[in-house]
């Protein structure tokens, strides 16, 4: 039976009590009101309490205890005395053992409702994913069950269906939503080669795709996975919850048994007064509320980073986040854009690059498709060249419009001439930490090119803010000293390890950690040692490749924005599971002796009723704490 169902029983059943007592100041008896109670009390006992009383004897009989311990004794307690205290003529408290078990199922139905808002994430992720797709088969358009397509399948999607699995566009261009998956707010410009991810929605265009990733394999099922993994893992500080909570209940009992003893031996009280003590002692100290402190605060944390694109995989993250003092990146594809790009044109900018780009058109050197790719960008004329011929180790020439012309490197030089200005801008270019191209017509140099792999546009920025959190930042790289100083200087970062192994990368990083929390942010594949040998490995995603088995903190955008905003949650995660155990420690310290009767002679006492109340809303407050999360600024 669930808790709700539970819950109503146990009122219903509970407000004849109520009534009862509300008349009885007022010297109006219910006839034959103790048997109403007993009878009542015990179908609440049986029905409402019996999953406490099984659970508590369960860990009776491994010689454990737990929270329905306490609830069970409490609640039995009440209730075998009242029936013992009918049978002498004495008064009875029936309702106490009813109302605590009404308090308590109370405080369990607010929990359960806390907690599927904040595990909401989970289901609403998976609702996100296409229910069908339209898959050409046999040259015709079928519409089938997403079950049914498989890796290979053709698929067409119209302006605003959701797009089915992951894959690559084969024909027409479109701008597509992806904010549903990565966070990210604008919609992005797809044409063909480029990756599209399933469950995101198309715009306005139609196109064709390829799925590549279906079922289990799709970004989106990925996700669903690692975000259930995470709201069911449990972080370190959850081992010390339950190591007090194995202590905690029987020094509980002992201090109810202590209260009833000094109140019935040494200070006179009736058995029924004593034991009213001794038992909201037990009823106050449930621990409910340090039960649900670690886990609602992961739920929250880890359900609001996925849908901010930041999969974080487990608690124990989230613990090591908070010692992070120094932030490592790998320089290629996660601080720069990973492919080479024009930078600067120096001469004739249309004449330059017309020339270059006619000479360099069948090469696949990166170099050379970076000055394809910026020609094609800024719409120039490429012209045909004719005789072509490789220079060893210099470069290519050829004869473009009637005229003899040259693309390569310094060692051009040796053949022709160049002016003491381009000579100038060269070496400056250089200094820069750029790649030079130079490109002439008929024996000279008419200009140049400088190629770099630079910054994404955001990395300057994310390390400002890293900066702003008082963290080290350090690039890792295979690069020399001379472009990687110049790429962390134009980024900000602090040191530089150049000219780095990609299998010595996790030797340095355990290198650092001999003084220092280090976090490592790379690409996931070829950085994987350095992730996970890293206090936190935070791997970048890239496209529907999510790099599952590295790193602890996953980057579904790909954004260098996202480190911080991933620390700064995690650590506001953290810091809340530690916030929820402060508190539910403090409510059972301080409620405790005024259960016992400690302020008794300043009237300040508080009855089993009270008491299981005040722990309900002890345990609405811890859970309240953690919903917090999804408000709290970062």
């Known amino acids: 039976m669930s808790v709700t169902k539970r819950f109503w029983i146990a009122l219903i059943l509970s407000i004849p009590m109520v009534v009862n007592m509300l008349l009885m100041p007022f010297g109006v008896m219910i006839h034959g009101s103790e048997w109403v109670q007993l009878v009542l009390t015990t179908i609440i006992m049986i029905v409402a309490a019996g999953p406490f ?41 029936f309702e106490s053992a009813a109302f605590v078990i ?46 049914e397509v498989v890796a290979g399948d053709i698929i067409r999607v119209r302006p605003g269906q959701k797009i089915a699995v992951d894959g690559e566009i084969v024909d027409g261009t479109s701008t597509i939503d992806e904010s549903m998956v990565t966070g990210e707010s604008m919609p992005v410009t797809k044409k063909a080669g480029d990756k599209v991810i399933g469950a995101t929605i198309n715009g306005t265009g139609t196109f064709t795709f390829r799925a590549e990733k279906v079922g289990d394999a799709t970004l989106l099922a990925q996700i669903v996975e ?30 109810a048994l202590a209260t009833f003893l000094i109140w019935y031996v040494f200070l006179g009280a009736t058995v029924a007064s004593s034991l009213i003590y001794a038992v909201s002692v037990v009823v106050i100290a449930c621990p409910c509320a340090l039960g649900l402190a670690t886990p609602t605060a992961l739920m929250v944390g880890t359900g609001r980073a996925a849908k901010m694109g930041i999969l974080i995989k487990n608690g124990e993250v989230l613990e090591r986040v908070n010692d992070i003092d120094t932030v490592v990146f790998d320089k290629t594809g996660t601080i720069t854009v990973g492919k080479p790009a024009v930078t600067d044109i120096i001469g004739d900018a249309d004449q330059v690059l017309r020339v270059a780009a006619s000479l360099e058109a069948a090469s696949e050197h990166p ?119 110049a790429i962390a200087d134009q980024v900000g970062i602090d040191d530089v390890v150049a000219d780095v192994l990609p299998g010595d990368k996790a030797d340095h990083i355990k290198q650092l950690q001999e003084t220092n929390k280090v976090a490592f942010v790379g690409d996931g594949i070829n950085d994987a ?35 911080d905003t991933a620390l700064a949650l995690s650590k506001k995660t953290f810091n809340r599971i530690k916030l929820n155990l402060f508190w539910a420690f403090i409510y059972n310290v301080l409620g405790i002796p005024v259960a016992a009767g400690v302020f008794a002679a300043a009237g300040l006492t508080l009855s089993p009723e009270l008491a299981g109340l005040a722990m309900a809303f002890s345990s609405l407050s811890v859970v309240t704490s953690s919903v917090l999360l999804n408000k709290a600024r970062l």
């Open 102 to 147: 009404t308090f308590v199922l109370l405080g369990q139905v607010f929990e359960e409702r806390m907690r599927n808002n904040a595990s909401s994430a989970v289901e609403k992720l998976v609702d996100l994913q296409a229910k069908d797709a339209e898959v050409v088969r046999a040259g015709q358009v079928v519409r089938v069950p997403l079950a």
């Open 53 to 93: 009383i099984t659970s508590a004897w369960a860990s009776f009989k491994k010689h454990h205890s737990n929270m329905d311990t306490l609830v069970a004794i409490g609640t039995v307690t009440a209730y075998v005395y009242s029936i013992y205290a009918m049978a002498t003529s004495q008064p009875v408290f």
């Open 226 to 255: 690692m975000v259930k993994k995470a709201q069911t893992s449990h972080a370190p500080i959850q081992k010390l919850t339950d190591k007090v909570s194995d202590i905690f209940v029987p020094a509980v009992m002992i201090i």
């Open 367 to 485: 170099l050379a498709a970076a000055i394809t790719a910026r020609a094609t960008k800024d719409k120039r004329d490429i012209p045909v060249a004719a005789d072509f011929k490789a220079v060893e180790g210099k470069g290519v020439q050829a004869t473009v419009d009637g005229k003899q012309a040259f693309v390569g490197n310094t060692k051009l030089l040796q053949d022709y001439q160049i002016s003491a200005d381009l000579q100038s801008k060269m070496v400056e270019l250089q200094n820069e930490a750029k790649t030079v191209v130079l490109v002439g017509r008929a024996g000279a140099v008419i200009g140049l090119i400088a190629i770099q792999d630079a910054p994404k546009s955001t990395s300057k920025e994310a390390i400002a803010s890293l900066h702003a959190r008082g963290l080290k930042t350090v690039m890792l790289t295979g690069d020399n000293e001379r472009v990687a100083r």
């Open 529 to 563: 040692p350095a992730l996970t040998q890293a206090d936190v490995g935070i791997a970048m995603g890239s496209g529907t490749d999510i790099a599952i088995e590295s790193g602890g903190i996953v980057l579904v955008k790909n954004d260098l924005r996202d480190v």
